[in-house]
């Protein structure tokens, strides 16, 4: 079986590094399909798709930038000092290139249940670690279980887009669905189980997908070596006051005292009521604290930034497929769809199925939820279905094909020095298991719940 797995992820990586162009280019071909199906399920003409078009591409900036911080201030956390001895310690536990992937899957999905930035990124520089320690390892499937987290468990923890705002006071759906607690989405058994299920499941694939070593493609040491790492810049000789505010603790200190001082304001008034905005203040904080002095936590961030470009570049267009998608009312002819042909027992794997073929399109959790919720929520109601229930079958939808879309693997692969061709032929194999174990959880969901 470990052969034969390995004989077809390599088989499956050729075809995607030959056939599956840049992300950009799919992108771009995700908007000409989603043009075709407007024009072809719905009353609008090529006139006003393209009108839909255009009026969407900027609507998801507040949700960009929210995405973009989550992807910095993984970056800041994972740069720090601290935490990059913390990744070359664990690093060390990698003895053979088949326990190197495994370790990297494992840490990713764990990762990401935490905080998805912190997966794609951490894992990125976990990687250098690992290849380092284990230059035999496959560089390539070592990059694709980097990005299972994104894949298996980050809409199921601590960052689900979906889960957090149904928690928020004032979400737009509040009067049709209430407030829904994480002790009902994230952390029921349900959920928590299934989770568990998965990495398990998922690392044991990792570990079966390493080809054998005359397939097997290693980086190169001194290519190793020329990937851009974190390097905390020195203090400079002149002893200026400037050099002194750059490059002592004290404003880090001060800082992070105050911000940790809000968050545990917020936590003591409000609950555990965990938002976007409350997470990326937690994690930005902790890399003030973490990088100590100014000038260390500037460089970190413009470093950073670089692993944001292709999310800047493309999240717009990806927002025009959500104004196709809105605007031309092709999301509610998928959705009546839906409600008519399920029924209670089907009805959380068809939302999971459902969430996880329009994420391919609109890869962005948060507003697609917005796009989505309204009649799902809806359909579900009329079915006798707990709005909890569809929340999470919409969560974990809502990542499955992410193992097989680009978008939001950009900033690994731009670390790693990869277009998504190179690794797609182990996330394609990867899926097939993957959705094939959940989808039988979520049939027997409304057995279990």
Excluded at 227 to 256: C, K, M, Q, Y
Excluded at 266 to 283: I, Q, S
Aim: hydrophobic content about 55%.
């Amino acid at each position: 079986m470990t052969r034969a797995l390995g004989r077809a992820a390599v088989a499956l990586t050729k075809w995607t590094e030959r056939w599956v162009p840049s992300a950009f280019a799919i992108a771009c071909l995700l908007t000409f399909v989603a043009f075709v199906l407007a024009m072809a399920m719905t009353n609008a003409g090529l006139g006003r798709v393209v009108i839909e078009w255009g009026n969407g591409f900027w609507t998801l900036l507040p949700f960009a930038m929210q995405m973009s911080l989550v992807i910095l201030t993984g970056y800041i956390v994972s740069t720090a000092g601290i935490v990059d001895r913390l990744f070359a310690r664990v690093a060390a536990a990698a003895v053979t290139p088949r326990s190197a992937v495994l370790l990297m899957a494992l840490v990713s999905m764990g990762l990401a249940w935490v905080h998805w930035g912190l997966s794609l990124v951490g894992g990125a520089m976990l990687v250098r670690h690992i290849a380092r320690r284990q230059p035999a390892v496959d560089y390539r499937l070592l990059v694709a279980v980097a990005y299972f987290g994104l894949g298996a468990t980050w809409h199921a923890g601590f960052s689900a887009s979906a889960p957090l705002l149904v928690a928020t006071p004032g979400h737009f759906l509040e009067k049709q669905l209430g407030l829904i607690p994480v002790a009902r989405t994230i952390f029921t058994p349900f959920n928590l189980v299934l989770t568990l299920v998965v990495v398990a499941a998922l690392a044991l694939v990792a570990a079966l997908m390493h080809p054998a070593p005359e397939e097997t493609i290693s980086i190169d040491p001194a290519d190793l070596d020329r990937l851009e790492r974190f390097e905390r810049p020195g203090r400079p000789e002149a002893r200026t006051a400037a050099a002194w505010f750059d490059h002592s603790p004290a404003l880090n200190v001060a800082i992070a005292a105050a911000g940790f001082g809000w968050l545990g304001w917020y936590f003591a008034t409000k609950g555990f009521v965990l938002t976007l905005d409350v997470l990326n203040f937690t994690f930005l904080m902790l890399g003030v604290a973490l990088h100590r002095t100014p000038a260390s936590l500037v460089a970190a961030a413009e470093q950073g930034a670089r692993l944001m470009a292709g999310v800047a570049l493309q999240f717009p267009f990806y927002a025009g497929i959500y104004g196709i998608v809105q605007g031309t009312g092709l999301a509610t002819v998928f959705g009546d769809w839906l409600a008519r042909t399920s029924s209670a027992r089907s009805f959380p794997l068809f939302v999971y199925w459902y969430s996880g073929i329009v994420n391919y399109f609109v890869p962005s959790g948060g507003s697609k939820w917005a796009i989505e919720a309204p009649y799902l929520i809806d359909a579900g109601r009329r079915l006798g279905v707990d709005g909890a229930q569809i929340v999470v079958a919409y969560g974990w939808g809502d990542m499955a094909t992410d193992l097989i879309q680009p978008f939001w693997a950009l900033p690994l692969l731009a670390a790693a020095r990869l277009d998504f061709r190179d690794i797609m032929g182990y996330e394609m194999l990867a899926f097939a298991i993957y959705a094939a174990l959940v989808s039988v959880a979520f049939w027997l969901m409304p057995l279990w719940w």
